[in-house]
T-cell receptor, first 115, second 114 residues
Framework: DVKVTQSSRYLVKRTGEKVFLECVQD?????MFWYRQDPGLGLRLIYF???????EKGDIPEGYSVSREKKERFSLILESASTNQTSMYLC??????????????FGPGTRLTVL | AQTVTQSQPEMSVQEAETVTLSCTYD???????LFWYKQPPSRQMILVIR??????QNATENRFSVNFQKAAKSFSLKISDSQLGDAAMYFC???????????FGEGTQLTVNP
C-alpha cells in the first residue's frame, strides 16, 4: 500500500514565523502535491512537483513556496505565516497506473493554526 | 478553466438506505477523468471510485456506483445499503487526460443515522 506521511497532525505558529510542512511518500511516485482544505471551498492546489527540483504553481501559490530535493520528500514553506493561512494542509502523491488514471494518494493532513 | 460544483453541503441517510450525492462540472475537454474521494473524520482521504469520460458504462465498486451523464456534465455517486462507516466528507474531482492536476468540488458531508 502507498504510504504518504506528514510531519505533524497539528501545528500552532505565530504570525510572521517561517513554517515548514513536510511530506514523505514511500512509493517512488514522481508527482507530489500540496493542497489546502477550507470549509465550503474544498481542496485547492497550492503547488505541485513532477520531479526532483521541478515545481509548478497551483491555483493559490501566493505566500507559499516549496522544495523538493529528494524524490520522496516534498516540503511546503510559509515564509512569513499569516492568520489567513490557518487551514488544513494535505499532501498527495501520484504515479500514472496502467490505466493512466494517475490516482492521487493523500497524507493524513496537518491542521495549522496561525495566531 | 475547469470547475467542479457540489451543490449539497450536507446530506443524511438512514443506515441500510440508499443516498445519491450530486456533482456537476464544466469543461471544454472531450476526454477526462472523474473521481469521488472519501475523507472520514480525522482520517486520510481515499479514492472511492473513478470514471473515464470515454467509457459509456458507469463505474461500480461494490456498494458505490456512479451515474455519469457526459452531455449534462453530471457525475453523481450512489451509495447503496449505507453503513455507519460511510459517514464522511465526499469530494468530487476532475482531471484532464493530459496532466496530473485535480480540480475538486466543495465537498458534501454525509451523515449516516442508525
Amino acid at each position: 500500500d502507498v504510504k504518504v506521511t506528514q510531519s505533524s497532525r497539528y501545528l500552532v505558529k505565530r504570525t510572521g514565523e517561517k513554517v515548514f510542512l513536510e511530506c514523505v511518500q514511500d512509493m517512488d511516485h514522481e508527482n507530489m502535491f500540496w493542497y489546502r482544505q477550507d470549509p465550503g471551498l474544498g481542496l485547492r492546489l497550492i503547488y505541485f512537483s513532477y520531479d526532483v527540483k521541478m515545481k509548478e504553481k497551483g491555483d493559490i501559490p501566493e505566500g507559499y513556496s516549496v522544495s523538493r530535493e529528494k524524490k520522496e520528500r516534498f516540503s511546503l514553506i510559509l515564509e512569513s505565516a499569516s492568520t489567513n493561512q490557518t487551514s488544513m494542509y494535505l499532501c498527495a502523491s501520484s504515479f500514472p497506473d496502467l490505466e493512466g488514471t494517475d490516482t492521487q494518494y493523500f497524507g493524513p493532513g496537518t491542521r495549522l493554526t496561525v495566531l | 478553466a475547469q470547475t467542479v460544483t457540489q451543490s449539497q453541503p450536507e446530506m443524511s441517510v438512514q443506515e441500510a438506505e440508499t443516498v445519491t450525492l450530486s456533482c456537476t462540472y464544466d469543461t471544454s475537454e472531450s476526454d477526462y477523468y472523474l473521481f469521488w474521494y472519501k475523507q472520514p473524520p480525522s482520517r486520510q482521504m481515499i479514492l472511492v471510485i473513478r470514471q473515464e469520460a470515454y467509457k459509456q458504462q458507469n463505474a461500480t465498486e461494490n456498494r458505490f456506483s456512479v451515474n455519469f451523464q457526459k452531455a449534462a456534465k453530471s457525475f453523481s455517486l450512489k451509495i447503496s445499503d449505507s453503513q455507519l462507516g460511510d459517514a464522511a466528507m465526499y469530494f468530487c474531482a476532475y482531471r484532464k487526460t493530459s496532466g496530473s492536476r485535480l480540480t475538486f468540488g466543495e465537498g458534501t458531508q454525509l451523515t449516516v443515522n442508525p
